[in-house]
C-alpha cells in the first residue's frame, strides 16, 4: 500500500525557518517524481514544490522562490522541504504528492507562522 | 500562468440525482486536466486525469468530459460519500501546475 506521511510541521515566527518531512512506502520512491502542495485554512489547492525522480530537475512557484528548498533522499525514501524566511501568509497544511498528477497524498501537516 | 476557474462554488444536491461541475482555463490545456475529491482533514484523491480516464479504484458514476478550455465532472447518482470539495488541476503548461478553486457539493 502507497503511504506518504508528512511531518515537521508546527507554529513558527515570521522570518523562521522549518523542514518538512515526507515519508513514502509502499513503491519504489526513486521512480517518481515528487510535488509539495499546501491549503491555506478555509482556501483551495496552491502548488509550490515540484522534484524530479532524481532531483535533476527543480520548480517553485513565485510565491516560495528564493525562500523555500525541495529536496530528497531516494535511499531514505524521502522528500523534504526546507522553508526559510517564513510569513503570515505561508500558514497553510503542507501535502507532499506523487507525480504530477498526484495519485497519492499524504494526510498533511500544519505550518502554522505567527507571532 | 493557466487560471483555473470552477463553477459553481457551491452545489446543493440531494442524495441519488446528478450533479454536474464545471471547470474552465484560461487557455488550451487540451486533456491535461486532472479532478480530485477532497473531504475535511484529508488529503485530496485523484477522481479523474486526462479528462476523461478514471483513476483506480473510482467508481463507474464519476464520468469526465471536455478538451481545451471547458470541462465537466459528473457524478450520476450522488452517494454520501460523494458530499465533499472538488478541485481540477491543468498539467499542460507548467510550472505552475495550478488548480481551480473548488466546488463544493452539499447535501441539499
Known amino acids: 500500500e502507497v503511504q506518504l506521511v508528512e511531518s515537521g510541521g508546527g507554529l513558527v515566527q515570521p522570518g523562521g525557518s522549518l523542514r518538512l518531512s515526507c515519508a513514502a512506502s509502499g513503491y519504489t520512491f526513486s521512480n517518481y517524481n515528487m510535488n509539495w502542495v499546501r491549503q491555506a485554512p478555509g482556501k483551495g489547492l496552491e502548488w509550490i514544490s515540484f522534484v524530479s525522480s532524481s532531483s535533476s530537475t527543480v520548480y517553485y512557484a513565485d510565491s516560495v522562490k528564493g525562500r523555500f528548498t525541495v529536496s530528497r533522499d531516494n535511499a531514505k525514501n524521502s522528500l523534504y522541504l526546507q522553508m526559510n524566511s517564513l510569513r503570515d501568509e505561508d500558514t497553510a497544511v503542507y501535502y507532499c504528492a506523487r507525480a504530477v498528477t498526484p495519485d497519492y497524498w499524504g494526510q498533511g501537516t500544519l505550518v502554522t507562522v505567527s507571532s | 500562468e493557466i487560471v483555473m476557474t470552477q ?8 442524495p441519488g440525482e446528478r450533479a454536474t461541475l464545471s471547470c474552465r482555463a484560461s487557455q488550451s490545456v487540451s ?3 486532472a479532478w480530485y475529491q477532497q473531504k475535511p482533514g484529508q488529503g485530496p484523491r485523484l477522481l479523474i486525469y486526462g479528462a476523461s480516464t478514471r483513476a483506480t479504484g473510482i467508481p463507474a458514476r464519476f464520468s469526465g468530459s471536455g478538451s481545451g478550455t471547458e470541462f ?10 460523494d458530499f465533499a470539495v472538488y478541485y481540477c488541476q491543468q ?3 507548467w510550472p505552475p501546475l495550478t488548480f481551480g478553486g473548488g466546488t463544493k457539493v452539499e447535501i441539499k
Open chain 2, 31 to 33: 486533456n491535461n486536466l
Open chain 2, 72 to 81: 465537466t465532472l459528473t457524478i450520476s447518482s450522488l452517494q454520501s460519500e
Open chain 2, 91 to 93: 498539467y499542460n503548461n
Open chain 2, 7 to 14: 463553477s459553481p462554488a457551491t452545489l446543493s444536491v440531494s
